[in-house]
């Protein structure tokens, strides 16, 4: 498996951290921490071992001892300040105490995720402890975190999933069809965009996802729900965007993608192409990068995806055709 440069300039500058603290380490051990090959440690040393501050003169470079690395220990004898701990400017302590602050706000509306109640709360007090006036210019913005599901209807969902009751659902699709199917309630979600509600549908007799924001109404049921623990956190429903893995075979073109987007995994092709995996957010924001990158896009996965935005660029080009 590839990796991508982000990915391998953030292990460069912890491996310059990690030899700050761990003189003498080992090749092997600083290997199985990074959770690498030792050939990639040696790499990244060498590649360490030429950079530095402008200049570029022997003492302006990270250094190494080489006695050390002839016995297979690493020593770092010159770190050119790269070793120092991190220094937040003011606006990037209150973007990050945000953040927190807004995590915090996620959590309380969603039981499922109260595992560690302390762990947001003391990263909070000390990041505020250590940043000063920045944490009181954070304090002063009030935090709202706005979720599309509908707090009565997450309500419902996550009682249901909590006394194993069955719901039944008016639920309007994507295509905006409106069902009435009976579920057993599994678990809720979140990807950061949307709520969701895994699910067995006995309408459909599989497993399906049903976004919160799409259920109409919903009523839990005098009946037990069935227990269905293969699809706690399974991905096998048919393709609706949200929180998918979607895996793309791009020509060696496109490679900026997997540069410029988040994602879970790229691997060199022997064709010189590469495949990348990663997770849909939006599903629309999927389609559009897919029809961006036209004919540099190979393979598509899941099939359903491939033939959601294929039928897409059917309908643009037959609008073009009305034009002419």
């Known amino acids: 498996m590839a990796e991508t440069t982000a990915e391998r300039v953030t292990r460069l500058l912890a491996l310059v951290t990690y030899l700050g603290e761990h003189r003498g380490a080992p090749v092997a051990e600083v290997a199985a921490h990074f959770r690498?090959?030792?050939?990639?440690?040696l790499a990244d040393v060498n590649l360490l071992w030429v950079t530095g501050t402008p200049g570029y003169f022997p003492d302006d470079l990270i250094d190494f001892s080489a006695d050390a690395l002839d016995h297979g220990e690493l020593t770092l004898t010159e770190a050119r300040g790269m070793d120092r701990p991190l220094r937040l400017a003011s606006s990037e302590a209150i973007a990050l105490l945000l953040a927190l602050r807004s995590l915090r706000e996620v959590v309380e509306t969603h039981p499922g995720l109260r595992r560690e109640p302390g762990a947001l709360e003391s990263a909070i007090e000390?990041?505020?402890?250590?940043?000063?006036?920045?944490?009181e210019q954070a304090a002063s913005v009030q935090v709202e975190v706005r979720t599309d599901a509908p707090a009565a209807t997450l309500e419902s969902v996550q009682g249901a999933i909590a006394r194993g009751r069955r719901l039944h659902l008016r639920y309007v699709s994507a295509a905006d069809v409106v069902t009435e199917r009976d579920v057993d309630p599994v678990e809720v979600r979140s990807d950061g965009v949307t709520w969701s509600l895994r699910a067995w549908c006995?309408?459909?007799?599989?497993?399906r996802t049903f976004r919160l924001d799409r259920i109409l109404a919903v009523e839990e049921l005098d009946v037990p729900a069935s227990a269905h623990p293969d699809l706690l956190s399974g991905d096998d429903r048919p393709w609706e965007g949200e929180g998918r893995l979607v895996t793309l075979d791009l020509a060696s073109a496109a490679r900026w993608v997997a540069e410029h987007t988040p994602v879970e995994e790229v691997t060199d092709l022997p064709?010189?192409?590469?495949?990348?995996?990663?997770?849909?957010?939006?599903p629309a924001w999927v389609s559009n990068l897919l029809?961006?990158?036209?004919?540099?896009?190979?393979?598509?996965?899941?099939?359903?995806?491939?033939?959601?935005?294929?039928?897409?660029?059917?309908r643009a080009l037959e609008?073009?055709?009305?034009?002419?």
Not at 202 to 207: C, E, K, P, S, V
Not at 271 to 282: E, K, M, S, V, Y
Not at 319 to 324: D, T
């Open 319 to 324: 609008e073009y055709g009305h034009l002419s």
């Open 291 to 314: 029809l961006s990158l036209g004919d540099a896009v190979l393979a598509v996965s899941p099939p359903a995806l491939a033939q959601e935005v294929a039928a897409r660029a059917r």
């Open 36 to 41: 690498t090959t030792e050939a990639q440690v």
């Open 271 to 282: 064709d010189g192409n590469l495949r990348i995996t990663l997770r849909a957010g939006d």
């Open 202 to 207: 006995h309408r459909a007799q599989g497993a």
């Open 126 to 135: 000390k990041l505020s402890a250590a940043t000063g006036r920045a944490a």
